[in-house]
Antibody, heavy 119, light 111 residues
């Protein structure tokens, strides 16, 4: 059974930094691209970033480009999202999602971790 | 395009049929990219409901069906049940973004 467990979300001040982690199990992590999708309180889903299976390709939404960095450690089956220069509008639940590098669907979602950016 | 267009809300009585639309453009749905649907129950993560326009993952009741035509897609739910009350999101791929694109979401209320 595929399991994705996010951690690292917390309250952080504007301009601060935070690193999210996602521990994966139940599938061959190193064979799959992985995504971060976020959902602001009471709002819809927004794709944030994707990283290829071996980490050589990444993509970022314009809203986070230059501030967020996605990475992975295949030896630990763990996905990361380093967030810096955080803004109040980054407040959201961040989901770790297993999905394709290109067109396709998101078949497995973590439970999410809440990031709150506020002073 | 920042998001695929969905109605903010739909409603129906138990046993009725509702349809949720998802409208895109020539850079996503109209370009031939598949549409997928997700159900998000209150306080939970989204769950894949329909993939590849019309396909149901194992365990999804056949009361849920999807279709696609031109630059739009639809999710139909027949025999509405109280447990269907949730938020529903469509998703496709956008060639201008070079990435996935979600709809704004539709809240289904079972009266």
């Amino acid at each position: 059974e595929v399991q994705l467990v996010e951690s690292g979300g917390e309250l952080v001040q504007p301009g601060g930094s935070l690193r999210l982690s996602c521990s994966a199990s139940g599938f061959t992590f190193s064979s799959h691209a992985m995504h971060w999708v976020r959902q602001a309180p009471g709002k819809g889903l927004e794709h944030v970033s994707v990283i290829s299976n071996n980490g050589d390709r990444t993509y970022y939404a314009d809203s986070v480009k230059g501030r967020f960095t996605v990475s992975r450690d295949n030896s630990k089956s763990t996905l990361y999202l380093q967030m810096s220069s955080l803004k109040p509008e980054d407040t959201a639940i961040y989901f770790c999602v297993k999905g394709p590098l290109g067109p396709g669907f998101f078949g497995n979602w973590g439970q999410g971790t809440l990031v709150t950016v506020s002073s | 395009q920042s998001a695929l267009t969905q109605p903010p809300s739909v409603s129906g009585a138990p046993g009725q049929r509702v349809i949720i639309s998802c409208t895109g453009s020539s850079s996503n749905i109209g370009a031939g990219y598949d549409v997928h649907w997700y159900q998000q129950l209150p306080g939970t993560a989204p769950k894949l409901l329909i993939y590849g326009n019309i396909n149901r993952p194992s365990g999804v009741p056949d009361r849920f069906s999807g279709s696609k035509s031109g630059t739009s897609a639809s999710l139909a739910i027949t025999g509405l049940q109280a447990e269907d009350e949730a938020d529903y999101y469509c998703q496709s791929y956008d060639s201008s973004l070079s990435g996935p694109l979600f709809g704004g979401g539709t809240k289904l209320t079972v009266l």
